[in-house]
């Protein structure tokens, strides 16, 4: 609802949300970031026991939100997804375990917020390269234009990850 004083919005609903998954999901922690244009942060992922849904939005700003299917043998394995949220549009992506997660920048001091359903763990870190080109991520923005981590630059591509307990598996119910 906005009027001239500004405006209110329901951002999230915890049995609006189930009602339309399906499924039973708590979130434990809200993350919150803030970046200038040309940030890039992904592709990242956490592995089970401690694998992540995210429902992600912009507080502030604009930026290409990016999930990519890492179920292998799963019909959409390798296909990602990609949706502009910015505080105009007011969008909100929800990112299943199994799939992996990035976004870029496109506006200087843009927040970013995220919720998610299992807490961080560093042991079950991990990541996919941003350029892979079986990917075919279209990022927006020019090569030259965007800032990543050192980590977020070493990461290797999906189809040379071989070891299966680096990866998630189609058909497997990670919510159980």
């Known amino acids: 609802h906005g009027d001239s004083r500004g405006y209110f919005v329901e951002t999230f609903r915890q ?9 039973k999901i708590n979130f434990c922690q809200d993350n919150e970031s803030k970046s200038s244009k040309g940030v ?5 992922y956490q592995l089970p026991p401690h694998a992540q849904t995210k429902l992600v939005r912009v ?3 604009r930026v290409l939100d990016v999930a990519v299917d890492i ?8 296909q990602h997804v990609a949706v ?3 505080v105009e549009n007011k969008k909100q992506l929800l990112v299943p375990r ?3 997660h990035g976004f870029v920048v496109l506006e200087d001091d843009t927040i970013f917020a995220y919720k998610v359903d299992n807490y961080y763990s560093p042991q079950c870190d991990r990541g996919i390269a ?4 079986n990917l075919n ?10 800032n990543l981590s050192a980590k977020d630059t070493k990461q290797p591509k999906l189809f040379d990850i071989k070891d299966d307990k680096e990866i998630f598996e189609f058909g497997v119910d990670y919510y159980a």
């Open 15 to 23: 049995d609006k949300l189930e009602e339309f998954l399906g499924y």
């Open 40 to 44: 890039l942060r992904g592709l990242h």
């Open 59 to 61: 507080i502030s700003g």
């Open 71 to 78: 179920r292998r043998n799963s019909p959409t394995f390798g």
């Open 84 to 86: 502009l949220l910015s």
């Open 98 to 100: 199994g799939f992996a």
């Open 130 to 133: 941003f350029d892979d080109e």
């Open 137 to 146: 991520i279209d990022w927006i923005l020019n090569h030259d234009e965007l």
